[in-house]
């Protein structure tokens, strides 16, 4: 666990530890906030949206979020960014003040609780299982194949890839970010898969060229960043 201030990019989105986003930056606020982190080599945290105060007007947003550092920028020519971003720690917002275009926040950032790896394994062994069977079956349904697949071997990291990929609402993968429980977090990802595989299955909801998943684009960026 460490504490330190970073700026905070509210975003209605779940970023995750070791998930690659691609985002475009163009309010002047938030284009500052680039280059304060850039010059200083500082971390941001994005944390999700759930609202807007209807008396200031500002976004509201989850107290849980997750620390991330820009790893590529590609200026445009109107003074605009298409940047990516790299997932790195979970963090509570323990304070924000204001003094710059952005907000800042003073963050606590921390990690699941400790776990027995003979405990973990058969759990990690069937997400890792159901992952592939979900990517693959996806793939099948517009013609194309897997290939060769190499999953994170660490429990938390591997866990977050399936939060990333299954589709799920994203209250879901607020609550996934914010579990601290390695086990119970592998085990509702594999009942997430199982349900998403039968759905695929169902000869009946959606033709094979709506299939082209944004689940296994999610899942290539954030295997890159592995």
Same mark, same amino acid.
């Given at each position: 666990?460490?504490?330190?201030? /970073?700026? %905070? ?6 970023? $995750?530890?070791?998930?690659? %986003?691609?985002?475009? =930056?163009?309010?002047? &606020? ?9 010059? &200083?080599?500082?971390?941001?945290? /994005?944390?999700?949206?759930?609202? @807007?105060? @209807?008396? +200031? ?6 107290? @849980? ?10 200026? +445009?020519?109107?003074? &605009? ?10 963090? &509570? ?23 027995? /790896?003979? +405990? %973990?394994?058969?759990? +990690? ?5 159901? $992952?592939?069977?979900? =990517? ?12 060769? *697949? ?17 589709? *799920? ?7 996934? =970010?914010? %579990? ?5 977090? $592998?085990? /509702? ?38």
């Amino acid at each position: 666990m460490a504490i330190r201030s /970073i700026p %905070l990019f509210p975003l209605n989105l779940v970023m $995750l530890p070791k998930m690659i %986003l691609p985002l475009h =930056l163009f309010e002047e &606020r938030y284009t500052e906030m680039l280059e304060y982190c850039v010059d &200083r080599e500082s971390a941001f945290g /994005i944390v999700m949206l759930h609202g @807007v105060d @209807v008396t +200031t007007g500002e976004p509201m947003y989850h107290s @849980v979020g997750c620390t991330a550092e820009f790893v590529r920028v590609d200026p +445009t020519k109107d003074g &605009r960014y298409n940047v990516h971003v790299a997932g790195e720690e979970r963090f &509570r917002v323990l304070d924000t003040h204001d003094g710059m275009s952005f907000r800042m926040a003073l963050v606590e950032t921390f990690d699941d609780e400790p776990c027995d /790896i003979d +405990t %973990l394994r058969p759990w +990690t062994e069937k997400a890792g299982a159901l $992952l592939t069977r979900f =990517l693959e079956k996806h793939l099948s349904k517009s013609g194309e194949e897997l290939g060769d *697949v190499d999953l994170p071997d660490d429990p938390v990291i591997l866990s977050f890839a399936c939060v990333c990929v299954v589709p *799920v609402p994203i209250n879901k993968r607020q609550e996934m =970010l914010e %579990l601290t429980d390695t086990l119970e977090r $592998l085990q /509702i990802v594999c009942g997430w898969l199982s349900e998403a595989i039968e759905r695929i299955d169902d000869p009946a909801p959606l033709v094979a060229a709506q299939l082209r998943p944004m689940e296994l684009v999610r899942f290539n960026r954030y295997h890159c960043s592995n």
